[in-house]
């Protein structure tokens, strides 16, 4: 394409957009898990744009009830209505359904919480978790939380059986600034510990030494043996060696991952 045809092709797609509503999205993603609670003039240079432009969008935000102002100061925070669209598009799958029976029973006396994740961009999102009972440990995982998939046995798990070239995108996305046990440094170490998981099956990332917790992951398998998400479980490092961890939960894990993975081909 010549560089007047990609000129083109840019104006046309630039007139496509809309500018003010994607204004008032990056607005709405200079919030995070970290500070919940901004001034007008952080969310102006986290979202790149001027004072009076961070007003308008604050204040239109406002009144649709996806910002909220703090009582008694000048900051904002978003509202729980954020959610409801993920949580609409979450509900039009049945992967939540046929997973909640598999992820309690996962759960039990070394296990304390089991989860459901899927691929999104270079990050997986849990659609969906089960608990046993007050859960004390070391991490805030929900519904709708996103973890980096290069430094998680969950995303450990999904990105060892994707196709190549979906791989290689996730890896051009992908930032290896995390540290920790088990946490890949380079795309090279990656693809390292993606072949170990391969031909082990499963992904496991000891956080003892960082917060008590071990995890263990597995993939959920599509008719071509492509991830199409992963289940893993979490057990404080205090019950159980890491051998021994492994040893008691790889085979249901596994087989739960397989019950699903039939499941949803059965369902379509």
């Given at each position: 394409?010549?560089?007047?045809?990609?000129?083109?092709?840019a104006?046309?797609k630039d007139?496509?957009?809309?500018?003010?509503?994607?204004?008032?999205f990056?607005v709405?993603?200079?919030?995070?898990?970290?500070?919940?609670?901004?001034?007008?003039?952080?969310?102006?240079?986290?979202?790149?744009?001027?004072?009076?432009?961070?007003?308008?969008?604050?204040?239109?935000?406002?009144?649709?009830?996806?910002?909220?102002?703090v009582?008694?100061?000048?900051?904002?925070?978003?509202?729980?209505?954020?959610?409801?669209?993920?949580?609409?598009?979450?509900?039009r799958?049945?992967?939540r359904?046929?997973?909640?029976?598999?992820?309690?029973?996962?759960?039990?006396?070394?296990?304390?919480?089991?989860?459901?994740?899927?691929?999104?961009?270079?990050?997986?999102?849990y659609?969906?978790?089960?608990?046993?009972?007050?859960v004390?440990?070391?991490?805030?995982?929900?519904?709708?939380?996103?973890?980096?998939?290069?430094?998680?046995?969950?995303?450990?798990?999904?990105?060892?059986?994707?196709?190549?070239?979906?791989?290689e995108?996730?890896?051009?996305?992908s930032?290896?600034?995390?540290?920790?046990?088990?946490?890949?440094?380079?795309?090279?170490?990656?693809?390292?510990?993606?072949?170990q998981?391969?031909r082990e099956?499963?992904a496991?990332?000891d956080?003892?030494?960082?917060?008590?917790?071990?995890?263990?992951?597995?993939?959920?398998l599509?008719?071509?043996r492509?991830?199409?998400?992963?289940?893993s479980v979490?057990a404080?490092?205090m019950?159980?060696s890491?051998?021994?961890?492994?040893?008691?939960?790889?085979?249901?894990l596994?087989a739960?991952?397989?019950?699903l993975?039939?499941?949803l081909?059965?369902?379509?």
């Amino acid at each position: 394409m010549s560089k007047s045809a990609e000129g083109d092709a840019a104006g046309a797609k630039d007139k496509n957009l809309v500018h003010s509503l994607a204004k008032g999205f990056r607005v709405l993603e200079t919030f995070t898990a970290e500070e919940p609670d901004l001034l007008q003039s952080e969310i102006a240079r986290r979202a790149g744009l001027d004072d009076g432009t961070t007003f308008r969008m604050l204040n239109t935000l406002v009144s649709l009830g996806y910002v909220a102002k703090v009582p008694g100061t000048r900051r904002f925070r978003l509202t729980l209505k954020p959610l409801e669209l993920g949580f609409n598009a979450i509900a039009r799958t049945a992967l939540r359904d046929l997973a909640r029976p598999a992820l309690r029973s996962l759960v039990g006396e070394v296990n304390e919480a089991a989860s459901l994740g899927v691929l999104d961009g270079a990050d997986i999102v849990y659609v969906e978790r089960a608990q046993a009972g007050l859960v004390r440990m070391g991490v805030d995982i929900r519904v709708g939380s996103r973890i980096h998939a290069a430094a998680s046995a969950i995303g450990h798990a999904v990105l060892a059986f994707l196709p190549e070239e979906e791989l290689e995108n996730v890896l051009r996305a992908s930032r290896f600034d995390r540290t920790g046990p088990g946490v890949p440094q380079s795309p090279d170490a990656l693809r390292a510990r993606l072949a170990q998981v391969r031909r082990e099956g499963v992904a496991l990332i000891d956080w003892a030494s960082v917060n008590g917790l071990r995890v263990l992951a597995v993939p959920v398998l599509d008719g071509s043996r492509h991830a199409i998400a992963a289940l893993s479980v979490a057990a404080p490092a205090m019950r159980l060696s890491a051998d021994e961890f492994v040893a008691a939960v790889r085979v249901p894990l596994l087989a739960k991952a397989g019950e699903l993975g039939l499941a949803l081909a059965a369902a379509g």
